[in-house]
T-cell receptor, first 118, second 113 residues
Framework: GAVVSQHPSRVICKSGTSVKIECRSL??????MFWYRQFPKQSLMLMAT?????????EQGVEKDKFLINHASLTLSTLTVTSAHPEDSSFYIC??????????????FGDGTRLSIL | AQSVTQLDSHVSVSEGTPVLLRCNYS??????LFWYVQHPNKGLQLLLK??????LVKGINGFEAEFKKSETSFHLTKPSAHMSDAAEYFC???????????FGKGTRLHILP
């Protein structure tokens, strides 16, 4: 079953609205989670690394004031798209990695959020 | 520095015939390699992973991949394609030093009836 839950799966809203997306690790604690953006027919682009109890680390070119990340607990990270505009429309995906005892554990991905800004 | 190259952006095979999706990687350290599948408007599902154990890795849904260090390859195969295999496939590399992973650009697999 799913080990990372992402909600909501789809959002349609007017321009200027702020939208919050939640990412939860269901059966493990994740000190680090990742947020990706995926454009149509393209691969995933890492936006930021969400760190529990500290500030997120943003990739170059990603506006931190536009994409607010909060990682307040070991099982929850949120991405808020502030004052969203049509160009923010995209598919957003989160992931988390179970802290493995042995070897490199895979990232587990949420089901994604389709954001459509009218 | 790490990188991943998926050599084909699209692959089409007939149902019941073998599937080969190619992936080459570059890594300064011993890498961990993964294949993920993404169906439309869905997140990514792990198919299989290589983490320095057996070089031939078996995954879900009949897929397998072989790690070949000499060729820096990690190609994904399946003996007999099924219509439900039509999806986007991503080859991913990471190393133990970092939580970050590097995605290939993806290969769209089309299954012809």
């Amino acid at each position: 079953g799913a080990v990372v839950s992402q909600h909501p799966s789809r959002v349609i809203c007017k321009s200027g609205t702020s939208v919050k997306i939640e990412c939860r690790s269901l059966d493990f604690q994740a000190t680090t989670m990742f947020w990706y953006r995926q454009f149509p027919k393209q691969s995933l682009m890492l936006m930021a690394t969400s760190n529990e109890g500290s500030k997120a680390t943003y990739e170059q070119g990603v506006e931190k004031d536009k994409f607010l990340i909060n990682h307040a607990s070991l099982t929850l990270s949120t991405l808020t798209v502030t004052s969203a505009h049509p160009e923010d429309s995209s598919f957003y995906i989160c992931s988390a990695r179970r802290q493995g005892v042995i070897g490199n554990q895979p990232q587990h991905f949420g089901d994604g959020t389709r954001l459509s800004i009218l | 520095a790490q990188s991943v190259t998926q050599l084909d952006s699209h692959v089409s095979v007939s149902e019941g015939t073998p599937v080969l999706l190619r992936c080459n990687y570059s890594s300064s350290y011993s890498p961990s390699l993964f294949w993920y599948v993404q169906h439309p408007n869905k997140g990514l599902q792990l198919l299989l992973k290589y983490t320095s154990a057996a070089t031939l890795v078996k995954g879900i849904n009949g897929f397998e991949a072989e790690f070949k260090k000499s060729e820096t390859s990690f190609h994904l195969t399946k003996p007999s394609a099924h219509m439900s295999d039509a999806a986007e496939y991503f080859c991913v590399v990471s190393d133990d030093r970092d939580d970050k992973i590097i995605f290939g650009k993806g290969t769209r697999l089309h299954i012809l009836p």
